[in-house]
């Protein structure tokens, strides 16, 4: 199953982690962390045998500092399991003893056990990352008691601050409810890919800020051309700014046309040119500001604007400078987005992809599309302009776009 989702994230551009720990592999560090954290005054055994140990909160006054909760608040709440030998209800298990007969244990100090919840997290971090590091990530639903523990117990052995920064993403949302997969309403990046292209799915996932709640809305089209099929329009929008971002960098590589010389700067293009000299820059400073990922989006929409007015000037005006202006935009817009992991493939892989893709979903036949184009540009050469744009309404119909170019008619396939 885990094999399935790595593959499900490297295809919408996530890179391969440094390391992928498990805590079946860790014990002999979790063990260690324990035996620390005893030693330091902040942890006891306890339990039938003493094969448990627990976490003394109150040994541990700066708990509650991640989730601005007061202790006495949480105590008001706290239940303890009859089973349980904690010294307070607060207390939470750092390792949990099991029969020495179990099917499923591992070797410790305390005798057959396992790992607690939150402990397996510190040591494999600490392993890792340091007892110290930047980034912490994570869900807003784990920040307590899970990530509220995990300082505790790694504080009260190494000293502050565990984790400089937390990163607590917002949940999921199907048709303005939590997805959950109790509710039946959790979609699948499967579900989506079924439809979309991966990279849309990446686009529309770095549209909200990672803090927000992330809506999916899901309909049913029927309109004769997807007759039942699951749409998710958010992503759709999104495919179709992915669009835009390739076909601008397609028509500014063509207006560049190789060009080598010329200067860049070009007095009618004069704003278009400062936004191009500033956007990749921009981009990184709104990802500075806690990750702003919509803001970076945003600016690389002007950044695509400008790309395009640049080149359809150069392609008018045949001007070496626009010329050489549009080459230094295209180059611009691909390292703009390649930090975002967008423009992540070849032009041709992805017009052929997503023409692929939507001429499956539609049922429609390459070579017929063809024929037709075909058909239409001889009815144009011989100026039966009647037959020329029926047929080009024919197409419209089944969602395919024509455009008139001096090579010949080019079509693609709407989203």
């Known amino acids: ?27 002999p560090e979790i063990v260690a962390l324990v035996l620390a954290i005893i030693d330091a005054g902040h942890a006891y055994v306890a339990g039938e045998g003493n094969k448990d140990v627990y976490f003394d909160v109150r040994s541990f006054p700066p708990y509650g500092k991640l989730s601005h909760r007061n202790i006495d608040d949480l105590l008001a709440g706290a239940r303890v399991d009859p089973s349980e030998k904690k010294r307070d209800p607060l207390d939470f298990a750092l390792w949990k003893g099991c029969a020495d007969d179990a099917d499923f244990g591992f070797d410790s100090p305390w005798g057959k056990g396992r790992p607690g919840w939150h402990i397996e997290c510190s040591a494999m971090a ?42 607590h993403n917002g949940f999921v949302n199907v048709d303005n409810e939590k997805m959950s997969k109790s509710l039946g309403n959790f979609v699948t990046i499967q579900d ?25 809305d899901i309909t049913k089209r029927d309109d004769g051309l997807i007759s039942g099929r699951v749409v998710f329009p958010g992503v759709d929008e999104a495919e179709r700014r992915v669009d835009y971002l390739y076909t601008t960098l397609e028509t500014a590589r063509r207006a560049a046309g190789g060009a080598t010389s010329g200067s ?27 990750l702003n990922t919509p803001q970076a989006l945003a600016i690389v929409a002007d950044l695509a604007k400008a790309t395009n007015e640049i080149a359809t000037l150069a392609i008018k005006k045949k001007d070496e400078g626009a010329r050489a202006l549009a080459g230094l935009a295209a180059d611009t817009l691909v390292a703009t987005c390649d930090v975002l992991g967008l423009l992540a493939s070849p032009l041709e892989t992805f017009f052929a992809r997503t023409r692929a893709q939507r001429l499956a979903i539609r049922k429609l036949d390459a070579a017929a599309i063809d024929a037709k184009v075909r058909e239409r540009d001889a009815a144009r050469a011989s100026k039966d302009f009647a037959r020329a744009d029926a047929i080009r309404a024919e197409l419209t119909a089944l969602g395919i776009d024509v455009s008139d170019a001096e090579s010949g008619s080019q079509w693609r396939v709407r989203i």
Not at 7 to 27: A, M, N, Y
Not at 138 to 154: K, R
Not at 196 to 216: I, K, Q, S, V
């Open 1 to 27: 199953m885990w094999r399935a989702a790595e593959q499900d994230l490297f295809t919408i551009g996530c890179k391969q982690p440094d390391h992928e720990p498990r805590v079946s592999t860790h014990i």
């Open 126 to 167: 600490a392993k890792y990352l340091g007892h110290h590091f930047d980034i912490h990530c994570g869900g807003m639903d784990l920040i307590f008691p899970h990530h509220e523990n995990e300082v505790a117990q790694s504080e009260s052995v190494w000293g502050p601050d565990f984790a400089r920064y937390w990163l």
């Open 192 to 216: 989506v890919l079924v439809r979309n292209d991966a990279e849309a799915l990446r686009y529309f996932l770095l549209g909200t800020h990672y803090r927000g709640p992330l809506g999916f």
């Open 264 to 290: 860049p700067n070009v007095p009618a293009l004069k704003a278009q040119a400062k936004v191009v000299a500033e956007a990749r820059e921009g981009m990184l400073v709104a990802l500075d500001k806690d």
